[in-house]
């Protein structure tokens, strides 16, 4: 059984900055890529950042570009979320997830880490 394990996370004041963390535990698991998620209360699921494992490359929501960085340790599946100059608007539930091989989408899923900024 493979999982996701989040951490970081927490309460900021608004222009502060945190990290999230996430590490792939179990049998050893290869993905395609892995990023961040977000649900704020009332709000749809939106995609934060994510990375493609076999190159790098990386994609970011239009909010948080120049604000918010992903990256990486291959070994161990590791996934980073640098996030800085944080606005109120930003506060919401950040999850982590994989995209195994053979999985058309994401399809593992951390537990999910509260974001809250206040102004």
């Known amino acids: 059984q493979v999982q996701l394990t989040e951490s970081g996370g927490g309460l900021v004041q608004a222009g502060g900055s945190l990290r999230l963390a996430c590490a792939a535990s179990g049998r050893t698991v290869s993905v395609v890529a892995m990023g961040w998620f977000r649900q704020a209360p009332g709000k749809e699921r939106e995609i934060v950042a994510r990375m493609r494992w076999s190159n790098g490359e990386t994609y970011y929501q239009d909010s948080v570009k120049g604000r918010f960085a992903i990256s990486r340790e291959k070994v161990g599946n590791k996934v980073y979320l640098q996030m800085n100059n944080l606005k109120p608007e930003d506060t919401a539930v950040y999850y982590c997830?994989?995209?195994?091989?053979?999985?058309?989408?994401?399809?593992?899923w951390g537990q999910g880490s509260q974001v809250s900024v206040s102004s």
């Open positions: 997830a994989a995209q195994r091989v053979g999985a058309r989408d994401y399809d593992l």
